[in-house]
């Protein structure tokens, strides 16, 4: 029983998902330290470019690498690259929130609040390439 709870929780997928979402967790938090600590740029704004740097890295790694989907040319190469962006805009938007009324409004600390935000935007992430982008 719970080898079986074990391999459907630990499948290659998840783990491939978990490391590279680790990985564009760390990008999107350098960057965002970079832009909001070292240079300066307003929280919003420094959150929304880490977004953006974040989902360009996932869509090529989710794409490649854990879900190995088989869409080429133009055309299913547009409309998944427009679905895997449509729903990371819905995490990205509670990104931004989390960020907003986190560091903005309540004065927490920006890296932790940027640690959590991510946590989030990742298991949204997952389910929604899961389900709805790279569905087989």
């Given amino acids: 029983m719970i080898k079986k709870i074990f391999n459907a929780f630990f499948t290659k997928e998840v ?11 760390i990008l999107n938090t350098v960057v965002y330290a970079v832009l909001y600590q070292q240079l300066g740029v ?3 704004t420094s959150t929304a470019v880490a977004w953006l740097a974040a989902v360009i890295a996932a869509y090529l790694t ?4 854990v879900f190995e989907s088989k869409a080429a040319g133009f055309g ?3 409309r998944e690259f427009a679905a895997f962006l ?8 509670a ?11 309540l004065r927490m600390q920006p890296i932790l609040m940027k640690l959590l935000a991510n946590v989030v ?5 997952y389910l929604a390439s899961k389900f709805f982008i790279f569905k087989k």
Wanted: glycine fraction near 8%.
């Fill in 76 to 78: 299913p190469l547009a």
């Fill in 15 to 25: 783990i491939l998902y978990v490391f590279f979402g680790v990985c564009t967790m």
């Fill in 86 to 93: 449509s729903c990371r805009v819905a995490t990205g938007l």
């Fill in 62 to 65: 989710n794409r490649v690498w």
């Fill in 95 to 105: 990104d931004i929130a989390i960020m907003y009324v986190g560091v903005d409004l």
């Fill in 42 to 44: 307003s929280n919003v």
């Fill in 121 to 125: 935007v990742i298991v949204g992430n």
